[in-house]
């Protein structure tokens, strides 16, 4: 195996382009990931307004800290900086908290929030940042308008694919809505030319896309190999922590299937 380092874009359907030097194979495997996404809201763009890439650089614990976006991200880093002793507002634009999430483990954690004295506002939008002398003032629309003066503003509202400068559009491989399109063998519209992870679409966890990894290369040397998807754990590492695997209840019955038996055990 040879590593190399650089920035490349995909030349044609057996060649990637490298920093000028060319690399030719039978098949592409795209891997590009994602990255945080941008909010389009008013002062988005102030010093002290953060992403969850750059909260990790922090060298000082936020005394108030707003987060925009209540999934799994913000969630994490709402309970992260409320052990450091930061005062966290999280808001939601969603009617609830983690999306997908089983419905009655979404509404215990928000009880568990609650005794945190982490502030979640569901239903609510934020309209605008703006610096003032004393801090961030955050506007934001719930039921009512609500203005909150805040150190540092995390944007949290999801991650997109890095699918930009590669040069996927001259090639002529097909998207929707910025996610590569794939057949059941990871190729994308254009022949030899594959794609795993969170380039397309689905939830963005990197066991899952190693497993893709492991089944696009099987189904590269011809073996029937696939993922479950129906069968994918998740943990969400907030305080308690939350893990998942398979459909939840919700799910199952949108599937038109019926769960025989459901029940729960505190611990």
Same mark, same amino acid.
């Given at each position: 195996?040879?590593?190399?380092?650089?920035?490349?874009?995909?030349?044609?359907?057996?060649?990637?382009?490298?920093?000028?030097?060319?690399?030719?194979?039978?098949?592409?495997?795209?891997?590009?990931?994602?990255?945080?996404?941008?909010?389009?809201?008013?002062?988005?763009?102030?010093?002290?307004?953060?992403?969850?890439?750059?909260?990790?650089?922090?060298?000082?614990?936020?005394?108030?800290?707003?987060?925009?976006?209540? /999934?799994?991200?913000?969630?994490?880093?709402?309970?992260?900086?409320?052990?450091?002793?930061?005062?966290?507002?999280?808001?939601?634009?969603?009617?609830?908290?983690? /999306?997908?999430?089983?419905?009655?483990?979404?509404?215990?954690?928000?009880?568990?929030?609650?005794?945190?004295?982490?502030?979640?506002?569901? /239903?609510?939008?934020?309209?605008?940042?703006?610096?003032?002398?004393?801090?961030?003032?955050?506007?934001?629309?719930?039921?009512?308008?609500?203005?909150?003066?805040?150190?540092?503003?995390?944007?949290?509202?999801?991650?997109?694919?890095?699918?930009?400068?590669?040069?996927?559009?001259?090639?002529?491989?097909?998207?929707?809505?910025?996610?590569?399109?794939?057949?059941?063998?990871?190729?994308?519209?254009?022949?030899?030319?594959?794609?795993?992870?969170?380039?397309?679409?689905?939830?963005?966890?990197?066991?899952?896309?190693?497993?893709?990894?492991?089944?696009?290369?099987?189904?590269?040397?011809?073996?029937?190999?696939?993922?479950?998807?129906?069968?994918?754990?998740?943990?969400?590492?907030?305080?308690?922590?939350?893990?998942?695997?398979?459909?939840?209840?919700?799910?199952?019955?949108?599937? /038109?299937?019926?769960?025989?038996?459901?029940?729960?055990?505190?611990?």
């Amino acid at each position: 195996m040879e590593v190399v380092a650089g920035e490349a874009v995909i030349a044609d359907h057996d060649c990637v382009m490298v920093d000028g030097k060319e690399i030719k194979a039978r098949r592409v495997l795209l891997a590009t990931g994602s990255c945080t996404a941008k909010l389009s809201t008013p002062g988005a763009e102030l010093p002290g307004v953060i992403t969850s890439d750059e909260i990790l650089e922090l060298t000082e614990v936020p005394p108030r800290l707003a987060i925009i976006g209540g /999934g799994v991200i913000g969630l994490e880093f709402a309970c992260i900086f409320h052990s450091f002793g930061s005062q966290v507002t999280v808001f939601e634009f969603q009617p609830d908290i983690l /999306g997908n999430m089983d419905r009655e483990i979404v509404k215990r954690m928000g009880v568990f929030l609650k005794k945190q004295k982490i502030k979640v506002l569901t /239903g609510t939008e934020v309209q605008g940042i703006q610096e003032t002398p004393d801090g961030l003032l955050v506007t934001a629309v719930g039921k009512k308008e609500l203005c909150f003066t805040v150190d540092q503003v995390l944007i949290a509202t999801g991650r997109r694919p890095c699918t930009q400068g590669i040069g996927l559009e001259k090639l002529g491989v097909a998207c929707n809505d910025g996610f590569i399109t794939v057949n059941e063998n990871y190729e994308t519209s254009v022949p030899g030319v594959y794609a795993i992870g969170d380039v397309i679409g689905g939830p963005m966890l990197a066991h899952l896309a190693s497993a893709e990894g492991i089944a696009a290369v099987e189904r590269m040397a011809g073996l029937d190999s696939s993922v479950d998807y129906e069968a994918v754990p998740s943990c969400i590492f907030t305080f308690p922590e939350i893990a998942a695997v398979g459909l939840t209840e919700e799910e199952d019955g949108e599937a /038109g299937e019926s769960i025989s038996k459901s029940g729960s055990s505190p611990l």
